[in-house]
């Protein structure tokens, strides 16, 4: 091994300092259960064991590492990293420096300057992209971010909604708009023209391009209004358990933390469509920041532990505690003698049958 090479690999300890070390800047997007951006100075302290990771998934730290040479944003490179983490969420150090040698020793220390770099990377278990519709999330947020124009595909997907807005587009062509385009648009919701178009057009579009838009709207940032509309359909239809929604409350994701939400989350949970598995899965794993708030958290803990398969308990518990924002709040109520009695119980029937195996 070359000397100037063993020598860097000492000296650097995490991937910020392997990015520093190769000139680039850098930023992380969440790609585990929503695509949403993590500020360096808090990747920096999860990559120091300061932090843990604050949205982890399946045990799992998974992130989308974007980065790029210095003064240089328009060819950016990305690492979709999977690194292991410890029951706290803290990051598995020895993983992560497997990786960071992975890279040092196939690479070295300037594989940005190399347009060829992403192609050298030898095959390891830390590198998985995510499936379609955060790819194209992630692309979409990343041009955003950068200041990049947007996919050719995006005017279309505009003009689709404008167009449907003033009745003169046929709905069932919105087929022929690509994902990316989509989800540039999505992304791109902010944008007076595109809030204005696509608010007033959402509850007549085809339940299947509601569906298809789910998927993406739950990464993005809907508008209040809209947001408030859809609550209101929701009660509307008395919680009625189909497709609408599920797909309601997955473009809700970014009001989870609201009060309006927070209401409805309580009166879900009091109906026939609240014991369904597919929508207190979709509550966990989207609308989580809801149950930061202790009246909602320990209505969800009971309303599981009495109205749930062990199993099923069993998942959305661990999948609960895994969440940092939730852990410590979860055992503090635990900790509390005369709170969460039915989760108590469902516990121990946990604890015995895990004995039993």
Known sequence: MNPSLNAVQQNIQTLYQLLDVAGCDYAVYDTGRLVTKISNNDFIAFEDG?????????????FALVYWPKQSKHNPYIWFLNLPIDEESLINSGARNHFVSIITEALGSTFAAEDSAQQKIPDNPYIKPPEEKKLAILNAKVKQDLGQPASPEYLKCAAYFENYQAGTQQAS?????STQGMADFVTDLTLPNNQNSFDNVYFDLP????????????????SRALANRLIRSVRQQQFTLDQSLTNSLRILASHAN??????LLIDLLATESGKSTDVLTVLV????SALQQDICLVAFLEHIAVNTSPSVFNALFADLVAIPSLRKPIFQLLAEELMLPETRKALRNMVSSQQRV
Do not use: G
């Open 207 to 222: 339940l299947a391009l509601q569906t298809e838009l789910a998927s993406l709207l739950e990464h993005a940032v809907i």
């Open 258 to 263: 609201s009060q309006n939400f927070r209401e």
């Open 285 to 288: 794993a989207r609308n989580w």
């Open 173 to 177: 062509s919105w087929q022929q708009l």
């Open 50 to 62: 300061l932090k843990p990771y604050p949205t982890p998934i399946q045990q799992m730290a998974k």
